[in-house]
């Protein structure tokens, strides 16, 4: 009877073993590796390959850092941001605690706002 017992618990625990590694064994459904957020964030500076960043008021991120560098990567070509623009910045959601904060993993950055030129 012990015997039987002991083969019925192994054989559920080979079951559930390959179960979870046919889903992929991440413990993440499947929509959650594919969540993005965005925010909007004026550019303070242009640095060689990143923009540092603002998060404008009322924003989450703004919340975690007063200043985010982003790398230029998936960003719209035209117009050419510059200083004073406000960008919408689409990302993983994560944010390295660091000063000033850093996204690494950005999907699109596109002008929303224009800054003014001096008069």
Do not use: C, H, W
């Amino acid at each position: 009877m012990k015997k039987q017992q002991l083969l019925f618990l192994v054989l559920s625990l080979v079951l559930v073993i390959a179960a979870y590694k046919a889903s992929g064994g991440s413990g993440k459904s499947e929509t959650e590796g594919n969540e993005t957020t965005t925010f909007q964030a004026s550019i303070l500076e242009i640095q060689d390959g990143y923009y540092l960043v603002k998060p404008v008021e009322g924003s989450a991120e703004l919340n975690s850092a007063d200043q985010i560098t982003v790398p230029m990567t998936n960003r719209n070509p035209s117009p050419e941001p510059e200083v004073g623009d406000v960008l919408e910045i689409e990302y993983d959601g994560s944010i390295a605690e660091s000063y000033p904060a850093q996204i690494t993993n950005v999907y699109s950055i596109r002008i929303i706002e224009k800054s003014r030129p001096p008069a």
